[in-house]
């Protein structure tokens, strides 16, 4: 979601999944977006640029833009067909740092750094960038997570707005 009008407060929830924030202090426009694994892999954060561009002439260099609380990768276990579409989705020189395979045939994926990522890739400087250290799973018992209480949670949300 995306608005350059003062007092809409974008609002997104989550129980696991990023939540992206975007805010272009010179043309005074703002971007919220909920990149899950498929939104990650999809480049949500870049489409997000890419829109806030079109309809309100940001530049990317102009942007702020953070990474909220969300599960880390120590916690994000995700299966190999999950994995196939991140090795599409970014060079191979960053799978390293995005995911790593366990002897359970499993792998540990890491969201935040791969949405720094596509942040870079969308033009937005490392500068003008806060990437969380916040996990929900490891902080259960103050944010809602549904890798540790499945359906009998709550949903975590993000607001942004304009004033």
């Known amino acids: 979601m995306i608005t350059n009008v003062p007092g809409i407060c974008l609002v997104t929830s989550y ?3 990023v939540p992206l924030y975007f805010v272009d202090p010179v043309k005074k426009a703002i971007g919220l977006s909920h990149s899950g694994w498929r939104g990650t892999v999809g480049k949500i ?3 997000t640029v890419q829109l806030m561009q079109e309809n309100f002439g940001s530049k990317p260099e102009d ?3 953070a990474v909220g609380p969300s599960v ?3 916690c ?3 299966s190999e067909d999950v994995i196939e579409q991140f090795k599409e989705a970014f060079e191979k020189k ?3 740092d995005l995911f790593y395979k366990k002897e359970n045939g499993k792998y540990q994926l890491n969201l935040w750094k791969a949405n720094e990522l596509i942040f870079l890739e969308s033009g937005i400087l490392p500068e003008h960038m806060a990437i969380t250290n916040v996990c929900t799973h490891c902080n259960s018992k103050i944010l809602y997570s549904h890798r540790t209480m499945g359906n009998n949670r709550g949903n975590l ?3 942004l707005a304009l004033k």
């Open 76 to 78: 994000y276990e995700v």
């Open 15 to 17: 129980a696991d999944c």
């Open 157 to 159: 949300c993000a607001f």
């Open 94 to 96: 960053y799978w390293e």
């Open 63 to 65: 942007l702020l833009a």
């Open 45 to 47: 954060g870049k489409n």
């Open 72 to 74: 880390c990768m120590d």
